[in-house]
């Protein structure tokens, strides 16, 4: 699996959108990105994937240069709920049967 | 989505002891599980990969007298700590990839976790 970079913490005031970047220069042709998070003490939750074009779901948007070398979760309107670590995954598809890799994430703090 | 669950969410237990985790899929089969350990301020680590009807696969590091799991089954996979010792306290996660029956393909399904703290 590629190595991803993150920053190690970010802070976000409620109601703001929280843009979370995530740095995966190694990335391969096949290799999806996957975004997870973890709130404190719970397991992780899947947030949104995507393979080259620009993903938006419920709960965030993923935009992926064209390069694929880099990539950036939109939480638009972030609440206090936000609050949890962000890991960026680059892997092959799910469904291929392996775990998860696991970086040491972006902790985001949304404040008041 | 799919469900995973984990029995017990917390445990306290004293040195020597041993401790049976249980992780089940509600409303899908899965023929592998995946059971991580992460310690306060430190990402998830993979610790093993059960598979059911043959041996887990282990790894690097993990003891598998120390961390016996069990796939007895489709839905359930068990991770027992023997012998436990306070090194041993912390966070198991199970989780189990998506199979073509989830509808959620590319999720995989994490269970809620398992505090254990060995006294």
């Known amino acids: 699996d590629a190595k991803t970079t993150q920053p190690p913490s970010m802070d976000c005031a409620e109601g703001r959108a929280a843009n979370l970047p995530c740095n995966h220069s190694?990335?391969?042709?096949?290799?999806?990105v996957y975004w997870y998070r973890q709130i404190h003490s719970q397991g992780p939750q899947y947030i949104i994937h995507?393979?080259?074009n620009n993903e938006t779901n419920e709960m965030a948007s993923l935009i992926i240069t064209e390069d694929r070398k880099s990539s950036t979760l939109i939480l638009p309107h972030a609440t206090l709920r936000d609050t949890a670590v962000y890991y960026c995954i680059v892997r092959v598809a799910l469904n291929s049967g392996y775990a998860l890799n696991f970086g040491k994430g972006t902790s985001l703090l949304v404040t008041p | 989505g799919a469900v995973v669950s984990q029995h017990p969410s917390w445990v306290i237990c004293k040195s020597g002891t041993s401790v049976k985790i249980e992780c089940r899929s509600l409303?899908?089969?899965?023929?592998?599980m995946f059971w991580y350990r992460q310690f306060p301020k430190q990402s998830l680590m993979l610790m093993a990969t059960?598979?059911?009807?043959?041996?887990?696969?282990?790894e690097q590091g993990v003891e598998k007298d120390k961390f016996l799991i069990n796939h007895a089954s489709l839905t359930l996979s068990t991770l027992t700590v023997t012998s436990a010792h306070p090194e041993d306290s912390s966070f198991y996660i199970c989780?189990?990839?998506?199979?073509?029956?989830?509808?959620?393909?590319?999720?995989?399904?994490f269970g809620p976790g398992t505090r254990l703290t060995v006294l």
């Open positions: 989780s189990a990839p998506p199979t073509s029956g989830s509808g959620s393909y590319n999720e995989q399904f």
């Open positions: 059960s598979n059911e009807g043959s041996k887990a696969t282990y």
């Open positions: 995507g393979l080259k």
């Open positions: 190694t990335i391969s042709g096949n290799e999806y």
């Open positions: 409303d899908f089969q899965a023929t592998t």
